[in-house]
C-alpha cells in the first residue's frame, strides 16, 4: 500500500486526536494550527477525521523509505 507524508495547515488548532484515530494514520504530530502525519492506503478515513475543520493548506509527498517500514512493522 502507498504510504504519505501529510501536512494540513488549518484555521484553529489542528484535530490530532481525530486524526490519530482514523484508519490507516500514524505518527501524528501537531504544532498549533499544523498536523504532520503519515497516511498508509486510502485517503478516506483521514479525510473524515479533517470535518468539520476548516483547512487552509495540504500538502502530501511519498513518505521516506525508513517511514515506510516502520508503518509496516506495525
Keep these: 500500500m502507498p504510504v504519505r507524508r501529510v501536512e494540513v495547515s488549518f484555521t484553529g488548532p489542528a484535530p490530532a486526536r481525530q486524526v490519530a484515530r482514523a484508519s490507516g494514520v500514524s505518527e501524528v504530530e501537531a504544532d498549533g494550527p499544523v498536523l504532520r502525519c503519515l497516511v ?32 509496516s512493522a506495525d
Design 40 to 71: 498508509c492506503g486510502s485517503f478516506q478515513p483521514f479525510l473524515e477525521a479533517l470535518r468539520g475543520h476548516e483547512v487552509v493548506g495540504f500538502d502530501s509527498v511519498p513518505a521516506p523509505a525508513q517511514a515506510i517500514a516502520s508503518t
